[in-house]
């Protein structure tokens, strides 16, 4: 488990009120919020065509300007003979974007690759499920 050190920090109070609505819509504490959004925020600051969104599976981080997870791009990459250039072509999206996600991807493999897995194991239960209802019918 990550050291946690504690910290003051003195904002305007709508800020201070937005964050407590946004908490409480999210059901998390203002501490646990303002902890995720200085994360990626930070991230963000380092990898500016990266951003992240919410998901049936949780927060992602995504390319901007498009419908990609960065989980997606890698896994596109691997696809194509780990050639950037061809999942850039495959995908239809600019090369700096495709090595953005490499960038992000060298930085939090881990995190990316548990994802991944995470991802290939909803597939295939949903792969599943579908199967068995076509059963159903035959």
């Not at 059901?27 to 925020?41: K, S």
């Not at 500016?48 to 890698?74: C, N």
Request: with cysteine.
């Amino acid at each position: 488990m990550a050291t946690t050190k504690q910290f003051s920090l003195r904002v305007q109070r709508s800020l201070l009120n937005e964050l407590d609505r946004l908490a409480r819509e999210q059901q998390q504490t203002r501490t646990a919020l303002v902890e995720r959004l200085l994360d990626e925020g930070l991230r963000m600051e380092k990898h500016p065509l990266i951003w992240f969104r919410e998901g049936g599976a949780g927060r992602r981080p995504a390319l901007v300007g498009t419908r990609l997870d960065v989980w997606q791009v890698i896994e596109t990459i691997r696809q194509n003979d780990n050639s950037p250039a061809e999942a850039a072509a495959y995908l239809d999206t600019p090369l700096s974007h495709i090595e953005a996600c490499v960038a992000y991807y060298a930085e939090y493999r881990d995190e990316i690759d548990a994802w991944t897995a995470l991802e290939r194991e909803f597939a295939d239960r949903a792969f599943e499920a579908w199967q068995r209802s076509q059963q159903l019918f035959a």
